[in-house]
């Protein structure tokens, strides 16, 4: 299994919670991980622990000696980016990536209120299209996630033409229920769009949560 979205926090300077984060995670058969923090903010009630190349070079560097310690099991460094449509913070943001060589950039709707469900799916269109994502993160589906089937398939044809992978989150925040994870799971497999597994967890106690919903879930579909 693989976690590869969790945030390290002020574990970029922190080796102990670092470990911790692994050690965890190996506990529960998770064998592939993503060390990630936000870049910059749209928000200015948020932090974005990855806002400058020096927390970037200090980040790698963490990321390094752990890697040294756990070499039995997968490590990748990543960054989550905020999608915006100002070419500005569209600037700064494509500097951040670009410095940082990650191994995984992932691209999230942030601190956006919608009042049409599809004005978020074609926002991630856009996100696709113009920031240089690896990841889709926490694909949220409302209560009324029927009324925007075709959208929702639109999203997942544009992110299989770029290669762009859709994260299934187990957070408590963006879990899809059944109904929603046999539909997610039919149109990746129509439009043969990759997926990939991750916890949004902030702390190390919390990687991996709701796992074994997953693994359920993914063993009945036969995909693992």
Request: charge should be negative; aromatic fraction near 12%.
């Amino acid at each position: 299994m693989e976690d590869l979205h969790f945030h390290i926090r002020d574990g970029i300077n922190n080796m102990y919670e670092l470990h911790k984060f692994i050690d965890n995670g190996k506990a529960i058969g998770i064998n592939k991980f993503c060390m990630l923090e936000h870049g910059n903010r749209i928000s200015p009630k948020h932090f974005g622990y990855l806002d400058s190349f020096e927390a970037i070079d200090e980040m790698k560097k963490s990321i390094s000696l752990i890697k040294k310690n756990n070499k039995d099991v997968e490590i990748l460094s990543g960054i989550e980016i905020d999608y915006s449509n100002n070419l500005n913070f569209r600037k700064r943001t494509l500097e951040l990536i670009e410095y940082g060589h990650f191994d995984l950039v992932i691209g999230g709707i942030h601190s956006f209120n919608f009042d049409d469900g599809s004005e978020y799916f074609n926002f991630i269109i856009d996100m696709i299209n113009n920031y240089p994502i690896n990841v889709i993160a926490h694909f949220k589906l409302r209560d009324n996630w029927i009324e925007y089937k075709e959208t929702i398939e639109k999203v997942v044809l544009e992110a299989s033409r770029h290669n762009t992978m859709i994260e299934i989150n187990t957070s408590d925040r963006s879990l899809w229920n059944e109904e929603q994870f046999d539909f997610m799971m039919d149109i990746l497999i129509k439009y043969n769009c990759s997926y990939t597994c991750g916890s949004d967890s902030h702390h190390s106690c919390e990687i991996g949560t709701n796992y074994d919903i997953l693994e359920r879930r993914l063993k009945k579909r036969g995909f693992i």
